[in-house]
């Protein structure tokens, strides 16, 4: 089976995008903290610091910044929605989870949040296949690279840490569910 360059520079984009995205609370929740940004980079996605970094690394134009700076944009009220939802889903089935609920009450409840993930995936293709619109192909092979690098690097860290640190890490996320609760 041959696979395009530009589908595989797709998937490997939407794979990093997804583990950004699944990480994404515990980012947040780490905040100011010293923790949860990209420790190498020392910026979020929101910061404008990202498009100079990846203009600098890939050589953009431009024209070109501007271009996914619009793509990001856009796709943000449709991913924060789309994450407003997922939270709710997965609240709703917890709840249900702890009370005890029905089978089919689990089950309607775990397809909403299939349906969930589903829409999450069709959203981040889009926006992976817009941005990679304004990349040439050598610019969309060096960010495939990197970022299965960085793909490795996080997966490399979070195998390193100890039991404890991994603790440490839910109870933070669970702490700042109830504070939001």
Not at 83 to 98: G, Q
Not at 105 to 127: P, R
Request: proline share 2%.
């Amino acid at each position: 089976m041959e696979v395009s360059v530009k589908m595989a520079t797709t998937h490997v984009g939407i794979l990093a995008l997804g583990a950004l995205l699944a990480i994404a609370p515990q980012l947040q929740a780490n905040e100011g903290k010293g923790q949860g940004k990209c420790d190498h980079m020392g910026m979020s996605m929101d910061s404008p610091k990202t498009f100079e970094h990846m203009k600098g690394m890939l050589k953009l134009t431009d024209v070109q910044v501007g271009k996914l700076e619009d793509v990001q944009k856009a796709q943000k009220p449709v991913m924060t929605a789309l994450n407003e939802k997922m939270a709710s889903d997965v609240k709703a089935l917890d709840a249900l989870v702890t009370k005890g609920a029905t089978d089919a009450q689990l089950t309607a409840a775990l397809d909403l949040c299939k349906g969930d993930h589903k829409a999450m995936q069709v959203a981040m293709t889009s926006e992976m296949e817009a941005m990679s619109a304004a990349l040439t192909p050598l610019q969309r092979a060096k960010h495939c690279v990197h970022m299965m690098g960085e793909m490795k690097e996080m997966k490399g860290k979070m195998g390193k840490m100890n039991k404890a640190e991994k603790m440490k890490m839910k109870a933070d996320a669970k702490e700042e569910k109830k504070e939001k609760e």
